[in-house]
């Protein structure tokens, strides 16, 4: 059995947990250290500890799968606030050397987000500045590239001029000298590919735009790349959050030299190039993007692959895309250019000819789309798709389903493999995993608990923590009351929900343990 020493980029479920659900799908050992190691939020883990971890883990390791963020800085949000200098940086990065030198067959999958510039007013996972000029730095960082890049109208010239006034110099300096040094580090890391040190490295841009800091340190790493030439090592995208279970995809496709094609099929004329909100590019690059990052590659045509994702996107670019709000307050967009019974009648057809299809929902932010996840229910095909995602931002939610798609359909397409059935069972369980926190919580429950539960606590969004026992009674109650509207009738069984918390005490993200009773479990 291959082993994979894993550090995750914190210790959230999405980070920590997913990956390890992945791998109990397959026949790869993962190894992930104590979560009390990890640090909690703005807490940043305990470095020294993780280095000795990662030493000791190593001895008889195949590989390591390792966030930069979280061996350097202690985490993703502590990477925001920091105040490491590039030398103290190099001594944690380290380790990766010593590891390599001691072990040469070893292989080191890594990956070390480009910062995020937030576009609001919040200090939740910024330094406490950002709660008062969060969005004057966004503004400075946008139009200070787009001045470089292009020409900025003589409203935004003046804009520019006032932000500066308006945003504190040692705020700003603070803010751009922690990129500085982030940014050297990322450097650094080009080289340890080069020198063979890394040998697999993802570098993902953390909630980014068109223009700002992040688009401008993007283009100058990929030509850092073209200059060493290690672009066969080395990929650059948006993404954050989903980066562990995509990597731990694509070293379980190199292990078994599986190279799946997946065809893509979207919801609406228009998605392939639409550009969703918190990213730079067309929604096809970005999807073009995790797969190759999985493994997996994209393919021209149905009929060529048993492997379908379905991509329902947006029609319209980041400003109207949609968060959580009703139907009838949507952009129009919605309406006219995504066909939502067609989209579902093309799914039902892949399925009626032996297709595995998977479901990334992507045409709003930050959950599922009710109206697509209803019309499935009536047609009887939600415990029929293989694979599902809809969570946070586009690149989070793509990355996740692409990733266990990918893993799954080796299985799928060898039935006779005797670890088959447990395989499955593993995989139908994260399925519904999916289902309940990215559509049933995110998108039904939150929104509920948002207007109708938190008000009367004197609670909010990141408000929580003084009433923790009572929204964990009401979120409980909720959730499995919509998960039995929801699930009722599945072939698996009946779906019960235990445990359910807030890790971070805020409504953003949800943990829970998920238990499928039945006595046989298929797929469609």
């Given at each position: ?12 479920p999405?980070?920590?947990l ?10 790869l050992?993962?190894?992930?250290p ?9 807490q ?73 510039v937030?576009?609001?007013n ?14 004057q ?5 946008y ?22 006034t ?40 953390d909630d ?37 279970c ?34 730079d ?17 994209l393919?021209?045509?149905s ?13 319209v ?42 479901l ?14 209803n ?6 095909l939600l415990d ?19 990733a ?17 059935p ?7 369980k ?13 998108s039904?429950?939150r ?35 919509a998960?039995?509207q ?7 069984g ?15 993200e ?15």
């Open positions: 059995m291959s082993k994979v020493v894993y550090l995750p980029l914190d210790e959230r999405c980070n920590y997913f990956p390890q659900r992945l791998a109990e799908m397959t026949d050992e993962l190894a992930v104590d979560i009390r190691l990890l640090g909690r939020k703005k940043p883990a305990d470095t020294a500890a993780v280095r000795e971890w990662l030493l000791n883990e190593a001895e008889g390791a195949d590989y390591l799968l390792v966030s930069i963020d979280l061996l350097v800085y202690g985490g993703i949000v502590p990477s925001r606030l920091h105040h490491l200098t590039f030398e103290e940086c190099l001594e944690r990065l380290s380790v990766l050397a010593e590891i390599k030198k001691r072990h040469p067959g070893i292989r080191i999958h890594a990956f070390n987000l480009i910062m995020r937030p576009n609001n919040k200090d939740e996972e910024e330094p406490d500045y950002y709660k008062f000029h969060g969005g730095i966004f503004k400075y960082s139009l200070t590239d787009k001045a470089e890049r292009d020409r900025l109208s003589n409203d935004e010239s003046q804009e520019l001029e006032e932000l500066k308006l945003i504190p110099e040692v705020y700003l300096d603070d803010f751009v000298g922690r990129r500085g040094v982030n940014q050297l580090v990322n450097h650094y890391n080009l080289m340890l590919a080069q020198e063979g040190i890394i040998d697999h490295l993802v570098i993902p841009l980014n735009s068109e223009y700002g800091f992040s688009s401008k340190e993007q283009q100058m790493m990929i030509g850092r790349v073209e200059e060493l030439r290690i672009m066969d090592r080395v990929m650059i995208y948006p993404g954050a959050d989903e980066i562990g995509t990597m731990f995809a694509h070293i379980f496709c190199g292990l078994k030299q599986y190279k799946p094609e997946v065809f893509v099929r979207y919801s609406s004329t228009k998605g392939p190039l639409i550009k969703p909100k918190y990213e590019r067309s929604l096809n690059e970005s999807v073009k993007s995790h797969l190759t990052a999985s493994g997996a590659v393919g021209d045509h009929g060529d692959t048993p492997l379908v994702l379905i991509v329902h996107s947006p029609a670019d980041q400003a109207g895309m949609a968060e959580q709000i009703p139907f009838k307050e949507r952009h129009r967009s919605y309406f006219s250019e995504i066909h939502y019974r067609e989209i579902v009648e093309a799914m039902d057809a892949y399925l009626r000819k032996g297709k595995h299809v998977a990334g929902d992507v045409a709003t932010c930050n959950g599922g789309d009710p109206v697509l996840m019309l499935l229910k009536q047609r009887g029929r798709l293989t694979a599902y995602a809809g969570w946070n931002t586009s690149g989070n939610a793509l990355g996740t389903v692409i266990h798609f990918v893993i799954v359909s080796y299985y799928l397409e060898r039935p006779d493999e005797a670890i088959f447990e395989i499955v069972r593993e995989s139908r994260f399925y519904y995993e999916r289902l309940v926190e990215d559509f049933i919580y995110q039904l429950v929104q509920d608990m948002l207007k109708n539960d938190l008000p009367g606590l004197d609670a909010s969004y990141y408000v929580i923590g003084h009433c923790l026992d009572e929204v964990h009674g009401i979120l409980e109650e909720k959730m499995n009351r998960a039995e929801y699930f009722e009738g599945i072939s698996e009946r779906i019960r929900l235990q445990r359910l918390h807030f890790p971070w005490k805020r409504m953003f949800i943990g829970f343990e998920l238990e499928v009773e039945t006595e046989s479990i298929t797929t469609g």
